[in-house]
């Protein structure tokens, strides 16, 4: 037997799916694959209302055989035409949940396989997700088993240095009560560190977890708060990625999430559009400057969300460790969607005059819907952040600053 060794966030093992109580469930205004055997166990089967569903909704794509098929949704609701009035599957209240589809079967269940570990995680465009993250203190405190298997699964082994640098990223975040900001900060001059080296030996390792060490320290006695607290800011930075990404959701076809990011993104807009005799700079300056009432006040008892939310990025992503982006790419774009997230958020308490994990919830989860569906629709979302990039890794350091 084989030990095969999983690693999983306390916020996985938590989830419950809250089927017909979700507040946007996952049934809808989104394209769901379906891979060929469900296609042809629908068609076949049965129960007759399944099969004339099948027949009627589901359009062949035969691309491979995990995406030989496409539910059309509903023109009327936008819902899943297996979808019955008390909002619970037909499919699996009918035939069970071992009859769903392999993508109704493990969404929002995503993982990282390696030869002898993997790695659980959830996507937070499930608003459920999000409200574990948000809400609980140990949501991202990890746990660890070891299952037995008869053979090593089939894929490449984890390569112990990548796992180690995500364990230090992750580490720094929580190694201080800094906040967000000087930890991302600490975390920028890491991954800076870290990328002098053209090859992590165990030599550079050594030197790595000196430069960490001090990090941690700067965190704990202010020096990293104090150096981010003096830079000079670029207030065009800032502008041009906020108005890019109103500019990006607002072309985008509507689809699940959409109504919901697009009526918190009307506080920012309103915010950023009122007083026209004011430049956009001083009008981002008044919605950050809420935003240091949104953590010491509306917050009090849940500041360690956000820091739960980067975490969550970190493990997710498996930062810093990515085939296709430098590290500090994959840090900016991190970076820019906690800024963006960060200002639709106080410019909905700068509007309403507070705001709750509830409606942070509703933000995060509806923007990564919207943003990272698929791997395709986060591709495309990602090079557009990057045209604000413009080749300068470190104008990031102004979104935190």
Known sequence: ????????????????CTGSAC????????????DKKTVKKYTTSKNIQIKNIAHENIQLVKKNSQDWGVINFSPETGSCPYLDQDRLCLVQKNLGKEALSHTCSTFPRSNRTYKNEVHHSLTISCPE????????PDAMGMTEKVNLQNDFNSAQPIQPK??????FCLSLMNAADASIEASLYAVIKFVMFIQKYDEITDSALTDIESAYLLL????????I???????????????SLLLLLQDYFAKLETSRGTHVLNYYSDFLRLAISSNEDSPLENKVREIESRW??????????QRFAFKNYILYKFWHNNF?????????????????EYYYIKIVSASYALGKGNIDTGHITNIIYSFHSISQHNQNVAENFYQHIETVRLGDDLSMIHLLA
């Open 216 to 223: 941690v320290a700067q965190l704990e006695d202010g020096t």
């Open 320 to 336: 810093p460790n990515h085939s296709q982006r430098s590290m500090l790419q994959s840090l900016y774009l991190i970076i820019a």
């Open 129 to 136: 997700v999000v409200s574990i993250l948000l809400n609980n």
């Open 162 to 167: 990548a796992k180690l640098l995500n364990l």
């Open 292 to 301: 240091v009432g949104v953590i010491q006040d509306d917050l009090t008892n």
């Open 1 to 16: 037997m084989r030990e095969i060794i999983v690693t999983e966030p306390l916020f996985v093992s938590s989830f419950r």
């Open 225 to 239: 708060s104090r150096e981010l607290g003096s830079l000079q800011v670029d207030y065009r930075v800032k502008t």
């Open 23 to 34: 507040r946007d469930h996952c049934c809808k205004s989104w394209s769901i694959s379906i």
